[in-house]
């Protein structure tokens, strides 16, 4: 057997700690989901699902693994630790953050008042689980990940459920009546299901490091956008979830220099081939 093939994987550190993070947050928004739904059930508290902590708080948690999420593969690459451990580790943490916790919390708060609820919930968390096995199978033959995702990323769709269901959350707070729209919530989960499987491409923005270089103008709208969305958190993350969804259908129509400069990437250098 050839030497290399015995070698212990390395873990580095830092970008690992944050895949750590990631399903940690994922399992802690998993069990606040179960205690919520065990607090209702034995009369522990009368407070509607849509007004439980325990469903806020897993709605941030899922959330937060997404930022982890980000964090990770960017530290990997900022100091060039990018492993097939790293690749698969995190692939596993995700199916539990934005496959398991998310197919949970929507199966509980809509899908369960429908008989087959429970496929559809599966159906997402089964799309996620291929997704991300072909993501790392198209990485280990090509030598590493791909700038641009073939299909909805995973962190994504679960960023979309999470964001639309605090939506929900908020709205219902303001004494307003949501009614059978939050049903469409059913429609949105297979549709990602679809969208996760499928070959739209989506920038992975991979090339938007510590490094990345911009105008000043630019500078200061990105952060009166995140400004507007620490003050509109309710709100504002849906927003961004769905226009990065979108995304995907507008950016083939788009011109070679506009995809460009929204993704933050270097124009090709024309004597390299592009696939």
């Given at each position: 057997?050839?030497?290399?093939?015995?070698?212990?994987?390395?873990?580095?550190?830092?970008?690992?700690?944050?895949?750590?993070?990631?399903?940690?947050?994922?399992?802690?928004?998993?069990?606040?989901?179960?205690?919520?739904?065990?607090?209702?059930?034995?009369?522990?508290?009368?407070?509607?699902?849509?007004?439980q902590t325990y469903f806020h708080l897993a709605i941030w948690l899922i959330l937060i693994a997404c930022i982890f999420d980000l964090?990770?593969?960017?530290?990997?690459?900022?100091?060039?630790?990018e492993s097939e451990f790293g690749r698969e580790f995190d692939s596993l943490a995700d199916v539990i953050s934005f496959g398991v916790a998310p197919a949970m919390l929507l199966y509980k708060i809509v899908l369960q008042d429908f008989e087959y609820g429970w496929m559809v919930a599966f159906l997402y968390l089964l799309c996620g689980a291929l997704r991300l096995a072909r993501f790392n199978c198209i990485a280990a033959k090509s030598g590493g990940a791909d700038k641009d995702f073939r299909g909805f990323p995973i962190p994504a769709a679960a960023g979309v459920i999470s964001s639309m269901t605090l939506f929900i959350l908020w709205w219902e707070g303001k004494n307003r009546e949501f009614g059978n729209w939050k049903y469409l919530l059913l429609v949105l989960m297979l549709f990602l299901s679809f969208m996760m499987f499928s070959r739209f491409k989506y920038p992975s923005f991979k090339a938007l490091n510590w490094r990345t270089k911009g105008s000043i103008p630019r500078f200061i709208c990105i952060f009166l956008i995140l400004i507007f969305t620490v003050q509109h958190?309710?709100?504002?993350?849906?927003?961004?979830?769905?226009?990065?969804?979108?995304?995907?259908?507008?950016?083939?129509?788009?011109?070679?220099?506009?995809?460009?400069?929204?993704?933050?990437?270097?124009?090709?250098?024309?004597?390299?081939?592009?696939?």
């Amino acid at each position: 057997m050839n030497e290399s093939q015995n070698e212990t994987p390395k873990i580095y550190l830092l970008p690992n700690l944050m895949t750590a993070g990631n399903l940690f947050c994922g399992f802690a928004a998993t069990l606040l989901i179960v205690q919520g739904t065990l607090a209702m059930e034995t009369g522990e508290t009368q407070i509607p699902y849509f007004n439980q902590t325990y469903f806020h708080l897993a709605i941030w948690l899922i959330l937060i693994a997404c930022i982890f999420d980000l964090l990770d593969g960017r530290l990997a690459r900022l100091g060039g630790h990018e492993s097939e451990f790293g690749r698969e580790f995190d692939s596993l943490a995700d199916v539990i953050s934005f496959g398991v916790a998310p197919a949970m919390l929507l199966y509980k708060i809509v899908l369960q008042d429908f008989e087959y609820g429970w496929m559809v919930a599966f159906l997402y968390l089964l799309c996620g689980a291929l997704r991300l096995a072909r993501f790392n199978c198209i990485a280990a033959k090509s030598g590493g990940a791909d700038k641009d995702f073939r299909g909805f990323p995973i962190p994504a769709a679960a960023g979309v459920i999470s964001s639309m269901t605090l939506f929900i959350l908020w709205w219902e707070g303001k004494n307003r009546e949501f009614g059978n729209w939050k049903y469409l919530l059913l429609v949105l989960m297979l549709f990602l299901s679809f969208m996760m499987f499928s070959r739209f491409k989506y920038p992975s923005f991979k090339a938007l490091n510590w490094r990345t270089k911009g105008s000043i103008p630019r500078f200061i709208c990105i952060f009166l956008i995140l400004i507007f969305t620490v003050q509109h958190y309710a709100w504002m993350p849906a927003v961004i979830f769905i226009a990065y969804l979108l995304y995907g259908f507008l950016r083939p129509f788009l011109s070679h220099r506009m995809r460009h400069e929204i993704e933050d990437e270097e124009e090709d250098d024309p004597q390299t081939p592009v696939e």
